[in-house]
């Protein structure tokens, strides 16, 4: 810079003429502070100034110079070192959360990541997306959650990969989630149990078209008599018989709630979950128990309607024969039945009536459950199928010999038979008993 450059703020500018009228008296001190909006103590101050150093007096004082509000240079180096020791893969903002509770440091998320930027620890993640139609939330907590599983290494390579089963409502940001082995049909059934305990039905939901929640067969008699366009999955017969509308998303935009807060919990929850040194399916439950009303307070949202649609969990145990896996199955004349490549063994007795087929409920439980209407039948598994044993066949009384006629029989001779038809036309009207030599 050279020596007879003078740097100034655009505010700095815009004070210069106004002081030096006030101080070749054009203008009085009064209407210089109404003017620039300082008291007029403050107007004789820079009065002073601009007439000892010219105007450069107007420049701000700390211009140039450190802050006297700025960290101490220890506590920049400490916090880069538990950056990079503990810390090298956190962004910023949970990184500052981190450093305040184990650490006790209060820093600023923005000062955090200057410091980060200039040590090379942090080079920004922000990329430009693609353009979507907007839909706006809705109003009342409980008209619409989204429903999804994440597969993801959660526990990364202290523990089993886990699926995380997530619910979130639309209209309040408000989170439920659990983790499980698999995303299936016994986990998306038990992951809405717990979920309408804790705050009831909903009004619908919002999935994708996993084979979870949307079933890839065609369409039955059984649909067309029911007037169903397409089958039914196990997921949507529960939810249809709960009153709790099914709606399929053509796109993971079209949900991104959800798809949201999986990005962010392969974030934060990965490094929460390393942190408590979780390594088993039912630890991380438990901490997704702590872990998620701290998270709600903080990222839930106030609805635009105070109104909650959610309605109340069936009471008592009707709902455990709602959401199973039911099959129907055809009852064999040795009174077994065949369900999931494993055979059960009837124990009643019909009297009368005999059903040609059962209802299986497989439970949230885990038990089997093999009824007939309402009726809770007793079987017993068999591990091999009894085999029917038939009798040996009959010997035959006696045995036929088989006789071939010799190669100059009559029946072999076909001339021989030509010559007798013709003879048998002529003499049919005859009395006498033919000749038969005379054919020879």
């Known amino acids: 810079m050279e020596p007879d450059t003078i740097t100034m703020s655009q505010q700095e500018l815009q004070r210069l003429p106004v002081i030096e009228a006030v101080r070749v008296r054009r203008m009085t001190q009064g209407a210089a502070a109404e003017c620039l909006g300082l008291s007029e103590r403050q107007i004789r101050r820079l009065q002073d100034r601009l007439q000892q150093e010219g105007p450069q007096g107007l420049r701000h004082r700390g211009r140039g110079r450190p802050s006297n509000h700025r960290y101490p240079d220890q506590l920049r180096q400490r916090v880069l070192a538990l950056m990079r020791a503990r810390y090298p893969d956190f962004g910023p903002t949970l990184a500052c959360e981190q450093l305040a509770a184990r650490h006790r440091i209060g820093l600023s998320d923005e000062t955090l990541r200057h410091w980060m930027r200039h040590a090379g620890l942090w080079a920004g993640r922000r990329q430009p997306r693609p353009h979507r139609q907007w839909r706006e939330r809705k109003a009342c907590c409980g008209e619409m959650v989204q429903v999804d599983g994440s597969h993801h290494a959660w526990l990364e390579r202290r523990g089993p990969i886990l699926v995380l089963m997530g619910y979130i409502d639309d209209a309040t940001n408000r989170v439920f989630a659990r983790f499980y082995d698999y995303e299936g049909t016994l986990p998306a059934l038990d992951s809405f149990a717990r979920y309408a305990k804790r705050y009831g039905l909903p009004q619908s939901v919002y999935v994708d078209r996993h084979t979870t929640y949307r079933s890839p067969g065609r369409r039955t008699l059984e649909d067309e008599l029911a007037g169903r366009a397409r089958p039914q999955s196990q997921f949507e017969r529960a939810l249809s018989e709960l009153g709790v509308q099914v709606i399929p998303a053509y796109s993971p935009q079209a949900k991104g709630r959800i798809e949201r807060l999986f990005g962010t919990f392969q974030d934060r929850l990965v490094k929460e979950l390393r942190l408590a040194q979780v390594s088993t399916r039912d630890d991380a439950n438990r901490f997704l128990a702590r872990y998620l009303p701290t998270y709600n307070r903080r990222f839930r949202r ?138 020879a």
Do not use: C, M
Not at 333 to 361: C, F, I
Not at 407 to 412: K, M, N, Q, T, V
């Open 302 to 439: 106030v609805p635009v309607n105070p109104t909650d649609l959610h309605r109340p969990f069936p009471a008592g145990t009707a709902w455990q024969r709602i959401l199973a896996i039911r099959e129907r199955h055809a009852l064999r004349n040795d009174n077994t039945v065949q369900h999931a490549t494993k055979t059960y063994l009837l124990e009643e007795s019909w009297n009368g009536h005999r059903p040609t087929t059962l209802h299986a409920e497989e439970r949230l439980d885990g038990k089997l459950y093999l009824l007939d209407g309402k009726r809770t039948l007793r079987y017993r598994e068999v591990q091999e199928r009894p085999r029917v044993v038939l009798p040996p066949p009959r010997p035959p009384s006696h045995r036929r010999v088989r006789i071939i006629p010799a190669a100059d029989h009559p029946w072999r001779q076909f001339e021989y038979a030509q010559k007798l038809k013709q003879f048998k036309k002529r003499t049919v009207l005859s009395w006498r008993k033919p000749d038969i030599s005379t054919l």
